[in-house]
């Protein structure tokens, strides 16, 4: 299992502790540079996020290969399958003409309607085109997931998945993905930095979770680990995935995360399952007040 860094923050204010504006450049061509010279070969990024694919290409070292994964943009009225497709030759074009690690449709919606295996085999020409080395899917939730693997053949999940929300490991979902060989990358770790919050300070939509927020700092203490240690500790816990996306505002702040990432290896005596929530407006930001 390893990193991978998400870029939503290079492009646009992003979280439920969001900043009052992007990442500046020189801050992103610090972060990228370090991030290469510690293993983290990986950026996850979108045209949603704003000019994140452009900032990332304007600013990565020239001796940094990283590969990147990118998804579509929602399919619309004034933005239509073709023009969808397109944009991913245009994130092909800011790679330097390199094929993308990977492409996931964003919105899923999009793939399970009438005009999903159009859509599908659209981006399967893109592979055969080597635009692109995978195709894959975002998605939210066990039930969608399962939609998607009844018709189309993907080779990447993206996936939330955090102490809290352990639906995909409790469905066998993470189990399926392993016997099909579909890598699995998992976003929401820290639920958007609120599991990094004192649980005293958790927001009232999430003061139902506090005592298992409680629970978890103290069990932590105990394995001698940080907070951040126990929370990357669940993800080692799930075999199947393979890397974890992790968004930062600063080399500090990745400097932060890969720490508390390496030693995460001393969480695996705690009991993952006694944090496990399932209330959808708690786990799912979506359902957060706005």
């Known amino acids: 299992m390893k990193l991978a860094l998400g870029s939503v923050q290079f492009g646009l204010p992003y979280g439920a502790r969001k900043r009052s504006a992007a990442v500046s450049g020189d801050e992103v061509r610090r972060m990228l540079a370090w991030a290469w010279s510690h293993d983290i070969d990986l950026i996850d990024t979108a ?69 999903g295996d159009s859509l599908f085999n659209g981006l399967s020409r893109l592979r055969d085109e080597g635009v692109t080395r995978r195709v894959g899917v975002s998605v939210y939730d066990p039930e969608t997931l399962a939609s998607v693997l009844a018709r189309f053949p993907v080779e990447v999940v993206q996936l939330p998945l955090n102490v809290l929300d352990q639906r995909f490991m409790q469905t066998g979902s993470l189990d399926v993905l392993a016997r099909r060989g579909i890598e699995v990358h998992v976003r929401s770790i820290f639920l958007q930095g609120m599991l990094l919050v004192e649980p005293a300070k958790l927001p009232a939509h999430l003061q139902p979770a506090r005592r298992q927020m409680e629970r978890l ?5 105990e394995a001698g680990i940080d907070p951040g240690s126990a929370l990357f500790g669940y993800a080692r816990t799930c075999n199947s995935v393979g890397r974890v996306v992790i968004g930062a505002d600063s080399v500090d702040d990745l400097m932060a995360n890969v720490e508390a990432f390496a030693a995460s290896d001393r969480a695996s005596k705690l009991d993952f399952s006694r944090y496990a929530v399932t209330d959808p407006s708690i786990i799912d930001p979506r359902a957060w007040p706005s």
Do not use: C, M
């Open 217 to 221: 700092r103290r069990d932590a203490a």
């Open 47 to 115: 045209p949603a996020y704003g000019n994140a694919e452009a900032v990332i290409a304007a600013h990565r070292p020239a001796n940094a290969q990283f590969e990147i994964v990118t998804k579509l943009a929602r399919i619309s009225d004034d933005n239509g399958p073709s023009a969808v497709l397109d944009a991913v030759r245009q994130s092909f074009e800011l790679n330097g003409g390199r094929s993308l690690w990977g492409v996931l449709v964003h919105h899923v919606p999009d793939l399970l309607g009438p005009g």
